[in-house]
């Protein structure tokens, strides 16, 4: 007489992330990855691959706008970040809609 074990599916792991400005978790395919680039500064990394350091923000506009703001990306990358290159980012913040922050 034998047990038959119940079948079941292995659980495939999800990564999960935090945003550095509201502290949210999700999935990691959900934020948006900023990795800091020797030469080029802070870029926008979409496929979530770049070598360099990186952080992750809700694709939201708030936390874009409080991270840029207060110095919490800067900090989260262990870099100083030029104000040309906050510009840049900022404007790839328009793209986002305006969603309350959770903090």
């Keep these: 007489m034998t047990k038959d074990k119940p079948s079941t ?8 992330r935090t945003c550095i400005n509201c502290r949210k978790t999700g ?9 800091i680039v020797s030469g080029t500064g802070v ?3 979409p496929t979530g691959k770049k070598t ?6 809700c694709p939201n506009r708030v936390c ?3 991270a840029l703001k207060t110095g ?7 870099a100083n970040i030029s104000s ?4 840049r980012l900022q404007n790839n913040a328009a793209i986002f809609k ?5 903090a």
Excluded at 27 to 35: I, M, P, S, T
Excluded at 52 to 57: K, P, Q, S, T, V
Excluded at 84 to 87: E, L, S, V, W, Y
Excluded at 98 to 102: D, R
Aim: no cysteine.
């Design 72 to 78: 919490r990306l800067a900090q989260a990358l262990r």
């Design 43 to 45: 870029e926008v990394d």
């Design 9 to 16: 599916a292995p659980v495939k792991h999800i990564p999960q």
């Design 64 to 66: 874009w706008d409080n």
């Design 27 to 35: 999935v990691k395919r959900e934020l948006v990855r900023l990795v």
């Design 52 to 57: 360099g350091r990186g952080a992750y923000l």
């Design 84 to 87: 040309d290159n906050i510009a």
């Design 98 to 102: 305006n969603e309350k922050s959770q």
